[in-house]
T-cell receptor, first 116, second 112 residues
Framework: DAGVIQSPRHEVTEMGQEVTLRCKPI?????LFWYRQTMMRGLELLIY????????DSGMPEDRFSAKMPNASFSTLKIQPSEPRDSAVYFC??????????????FGPGTRLTVL | GDSVTQMEGPVTLSEEACLTI???????????LFWYVQYPGEGLQLLLK?????DKGSNKGFEATYRKETTSFHLEKGSVQVSDSAVYFC???????????FGQGTTLQVKP
């Protein structure tokens, strides 16, 4: 299996620009998670989906952030407009069906975002 | 709210030394507890887990015991290797939810 695939791996953009991060979960996994990792705040859950439906978006920092999952094999995290404080590594993770199964979340390699 | 607190790093050890990374948690109900590991430039990987009190999780020589009375889940290894150098995250999953709540992470550096 290819594992969780994220693109791009690195993104450098200027303040005010729109940024779109992409994730392909492992085939057959029904849960998808978006995390943000920074030195100051550590690893934070932003949002997670079950069967393409957002279940908990309480970690989304503000309206500039939005996430979608149009089908079982693709999700996007969009930041519009971007700000320097959004600079972080963004991870996508997926897991199999069932709450207990979410114990084992498989993480992608991350997207390192730098907003200048 | 639910939270996880880990000892601050970095932790620097010589090869074959004993390792303990402390982790305590605050949670209502009966959470599941985990240790994840992150190698440089990679995403996190599940190292071990325990789903109820007194359970011991173990993998690759690492162990941790779910202690409800002290709300702790300390990670231990008897003899570390250079290849164990990584960042270790303690985490909990509250009951009836799919979300994981992570500690701040502890960097381990093992020198030859």
């Amino acid at each position: 299996d290819a594992g969780v695939i994220q693109s791009p791996r690195h993104e450098v953009t200027e303040m005010g620009q729109e940024v779109t991060l992409r994730c392909k979960p492992i085939s057959g996994h029904d849960y998808l998670f978006w995390y943000r990792q920074t030195m100051m705040r550590g690893l934070e859950l932003l949002i997670y989906f079950n069967n393409n439906v957002p279940i908990d978006d309480s970690g989304m920092p503000e309206d500039r952030f939005s996430a979608k999952m149009p089908n079982a094999s693709f999700s996007t995290l969009k930041i519009q407009p971007s700000e320097p404080r959004d600079s972080a590594v963004y991870f996508c993770a997926s897991s199999r069906v069932g709450l207990a199964a979410t114990d084992t979340q498989y993480f992608g390699p991350g997207t390192r975002l730098t907003v200048l | 709210g639910d939270s996880v607190t880990q000892m601050e790093g970095p932790v620097t050890l010589s090869e074959e030394a004993c390792l303990t990374i402390n982790c305590t948690y605050t949670a209502t109900g009966y959470p599941s507890l985990f240790w994840y590991v992150q190698y440089p430039g990679e995403g996190l990987q599940l190292l071990l887990k325990a789903t109820k009190a007194d359970d011991k999780g173990s993998n690759k020589g690492f162990e941790a015991t779910y202690r409800k009375e002290t709300t702790s889940f300390h990670l231990e290894k008897g003899s570390v290797q250079v290849s164990d150098s990584a960042v270790y995250f303690c985490a909990l999953r509250p009951s009836n939810t799919g979300k994981l709540i992570f500690g701040q992470g502890t960097t381990l550096q093992v020198k030859p």
